[in-house]
Nanobody, 127 residues
Framework: QLQLVESGGGLVQPGGSLRLSCAAS????????IGWFRQGPGKEREGVSC????????NHVDSVKGRFTISRDNAKNTVYLQMNSLKPEDTAVYYC????????????????????WGQGTQVTVSS
């Protein structure tokens, strides 16, 4: 059974860092692109970062470029989101999601392009 499980969220002060993990099971992980989305209080779900199946191509939404890095370890069936220089506006529930393809589509990430989702992990940036 396909399963995605996020971890690594928590409370951090502005300017701090967190690393989120997305662990996968139940399918052949290495063939699929993986995305991170977030949904802040009262906001729409937003695509944050995407990584291709090989890890050779990544996309980030403009608001996190230079601060967030997505990576994957296919041997461990895990995708990471390293988040640095966190801001209060980064506060959200973060979800990882599986794309039914090997590549990340160009342009803004759309949730309808991802087929399976984790349960989410809360990130709160506050002093």
């Amino acid at each position: 059974q396909l399963q995605l499980v996020e971890s690594g969220g928590g409370l951090v002060q502005p300017g701090g860092s967190l690393r989120l993990s997305c662990a996968a099971s139940g399918f052949t992980w290495r063939y699929y692109a993986i995305g991170w989305f977030r949904q802040g209080p009262g906001k729409e779900r937003e695509g944050v970062s995407c990584i291709s199946s090989s890890g050779g191509s990544t996309n980030h939404v403009d608001s996190v470029k230079g601060r967030f890095t997505i990576s994957r370890d296919n041997a461990k069936n895990t995708v990471y989101l390293q988040m640095n220089s966190l801001k209060p506006e980064d506060t959200a529930v973060y979800y990882c999601a599986l794309a039914p393809r090997a590549i990340c589509l160009p342009g803004p990430m759309n949730a309808v392009d991802f087929s399976s989702w984790g349960q989410g992990t809360q990130v709160t940036v506050s002093s």
